[in-house]
């Protein structure tokens, strides 16, 4: 029995579960969200930190040979320590994403977008720089979150807030959108309209062809799902539920 | 010496503070803001009640006279259990509202907004309709808190924010808006415009009033305030301290 974990602060690294659970390359999926502290792209580096060990601790309880960090935030600020405290592989959203571009040329046009946390940490952009990408321009789009919990995906008010972090750069020059954080998936649509020239990088997809080339992990038959959450648990396993339909 | 705490999830409560600091009622007030844990509006009643006893336990240390629970979630599930646990006074955002417009002609029509969590506590409709208050829209406008964080508090968004929430009421005949939530008297401005004949019910104002109303403090020759936060002290010091002015 092959069993991964997958931990985020709330609800949207559902979005990444969903590809895991699409790809049948575990038995089981074991979620856990941290309502209780929702979200952590406000929150203080060390503070991020500790809540990560403590999800990875829980997660722990379920006997995971893999442990996925299906958030931005925690990817962008715990994952070494993550790694040297447990001694299963562990993968984070970031390393995911970085991999996915690895193959393209290098003078594309990058547009980097997530939390303020995300941004400010420069992971990404590290990461990004070190595999000799230079064109990167990244803009923190906090109320993409809201909007997306909400259900409010498309239409007007989403166009205006589009327009309010777009600005100023050439939508139209952008050649490769990474969707830093595990909401905005759900704005795929109208990440495609307001950019129609660029690949949408998906932390979920990034993670399923990060996990397929490095570990030789053969198809399963089935794959189930569990929820867990530290708050509101009933209402966060039927919202998880039909997110990940 | 006098001294009041005041606790809120976040920074929104800093509204309130800045009138009871306006107000010189105290020589100093002591505000805290678990910042570690905001916000309180989408989690659980007992995990709510939980962090409010923690607040009122971190402010017990400085010998507080006073506690005001400038947080609308945290007054609508948890005020019973402070009021019972601490020998001080203690007062909160709803009871305050809900007194500054006792009043009021009864037939009135008031709307009623704040987080998911202070619509569906029914805490102020309960105390409202025992005012004897009959004509009250309850609507959870929770996009508003992210704007007022980002500082969008007028202008194209706003708008559209404010149709997508009141399409459904006849704007010019709500007589009173209770703004229920701390965020919101930082849009003030953007109420004014869309409830044009409403007087606007601010909890800040409304704690003033009742506090003046109901305990007999000699107003002070100074009032001081200090911050203090669970999460990212020095940068909400900062954010607080631009809020208050």
């Not at 559902?14 to 502290?37: C, H, M, N, P």
């Not at 990875?56 to 299906?70: G, M, P, S, T, W």
């Not at 949408?200 to 030789?216: E, P, T, Y």
């Amino acid at each position: 029995m092959n069993r991964c974990g997958v931990f985020d602060s709330g609800i949207g690294g559902v979005s990444v579960a969903k590809e895991i659970l699409k790809a049948k390359i575990f038995d089981e999926i074991i979620y856990y969200g941290d309502t209780a502290r929702v979200p952590y792209g406000n929150k203080n580096e060390s503070t991020i930190i500790r809540y990560s060990l403590e999800a990875a601790e829980f997660l722990k309880n379920f006997d995971i040979d893999f442990l996925v960090v299906a958030c931005n935030s925690a990817s962008s600020v715990a994952i070494d320590e993550l790694k040297k405290e447990l001694s299963i592989p562990v993968i984070g959203v970031i390393e995911a994403g970085v991999e996915a571009i690895k193959q393209e040329d290098k003078n594309k046009n990058i547009l980097l977008i997530g939390t303020r946390r995300t941004i400010s940490s420069q992971k990404y952009q590290t990461l990004l720089k070190n595999e000799g990408f230079n064109n990167i321009i990244s803009i923190p789009t906090p109320l993409f979150v809201p909007l997306v919990e909400e259900g409010i995906v498309e239409g007007e008010i989403v166009d205006r807030v589009f327009e309010l972090y777009f600005s100023e750069i050439e939508k139209e020059k952008i050649d490769i959108v990474i969707l830093g954080c595990t909401h905005y998936p759900f704005l795929e649509k109208s990440f495609k309209k307001h950019f129609p020239n660029a690949k949408l990088i998906h932390s979920g997809q990034a993670i399923v062809s990060l996990i397929n080339k490095r570990f030789d992990i053969p198809t399963k038959k089935n794959c189930k799902i569990k929820f867990f959450a530290s708050d509101n648990i009933e209402e966060f396993r039927i919202k998880a539920k039909e997110w990940i339909k």
